[in-house]
């Protein structure tokens, strides 16, 4: 049994010695800032989570995940049993933090208690016509240029030195379940992409994604769900048309069915824009996977070498 069973990824911290080019990388994402100090800026997305991506002003470099926890008594919990303390969360929307180190020496937040936020107008989904149905009739089709509209955070990929070590940490305290796991030979498996518990309540095919390699451990990706397959590509075309770092994409992912076009901030670090992804409930169960279905896509191009 786990100490607690998350409800989802919550936010990201980085550092950055430039806050203010991380605010106009995050505009152009299709983020809100919603704090900006000398020190501190804290971006949204559309929502009702009031955090999705922080940056302390520092030396660059990935800080952080957290998660989301059902109740502060859930934060009791796990602070008891791994003999810390319950603090205020300060950030917007408030609430409580218990900060943990993952095997690797990742920081680790589960929060509870924030207050939502107001959400955002999500630009509407305009209707397809496919050869098989013709839903849009005697209307014209027009997608405004702009920035896409990130709703929230998705998941978050981490590079692990042990995948067994990190895999039994994360399920312990956190709850997860396994929806594809990673082998390269039936007894040694690299990863696994990993679900949140919800019971018979749907949800992300990952919410965390564990992948040991040659990099060593740290920060790999993280994803932000875009609302639909015109605002990825019009979100493509600002990020371009800014003079972005495009990495990968368009393209639809074999494991967890996104479609997903990836990006790196000014320090390197990816962000990952994603829509139509899978949804599984406890009782979908877990699944092997290969090395080449984790890289492998159903369109678009290959992965290149900076994916791993």
Known sequence: MSILKIEDVAYVRFAAPDLGAMRAF???????????????????????????????????????????????????????????????????????????????????????????????????????????????????????????????????????????????????????ITSDEIRLSPEFAIGAFLRCDRGEQPTDHHTLFLMQGPKGPGFNHAAYEVADLDDLMRGHGRLKEAGRHAEWGVGRHILGSQVFDYWRDPWGHTLEHWTDGDLFTAADGSNIATVQDLLGVQWGPPPPPTMG
């Not at 989570?49 to 009791?76: I, N, Y």
């Not at 937040?109 to 009739?137: C, F, I, M, T, Y």
């Open 26 to 176: 995050l505009e152009d994402f299709g983020m809100a800032v919603v704090e900006e100090t000398p020190t501190r800026l804290v971006a949204r997305g559309a929502g009702p989570s009031p955090v999705a991506h922080v940056t302390e002003l520092g030396d660059a470099g990935f800080v952080g995940v957290a998660f989301r926890a059902e109740s502060p008594a859930d934060l009791q919990r796990l602070a008891t049993a791994e003999g810390v303390s319950v603090e205020a969360l300060e950030l917007p929307g408030g609430g409580s933090v218990v900060t943990l180190k993952d095997p690797d020496g990742h920081r680790v937040d589960v929060v509870a208690g924030q207050a939502p936020a107001e959400p955002r107008p999500v630009v509407k989904a305009q209707a397809w016509n496919s050869a098989g149905a013709h839903e849009r009739l005697r209307a014209t089709k027009r997608i405004a240029a702009g920035a896409a509209n990130v709703v929230r955070l998705g998941h978050v990929v981490l590079n692990v030195s042990n995948f067994r070590a990190s895999e039994a940490w994360y399920k312990e305290r956190l709850g997860l």
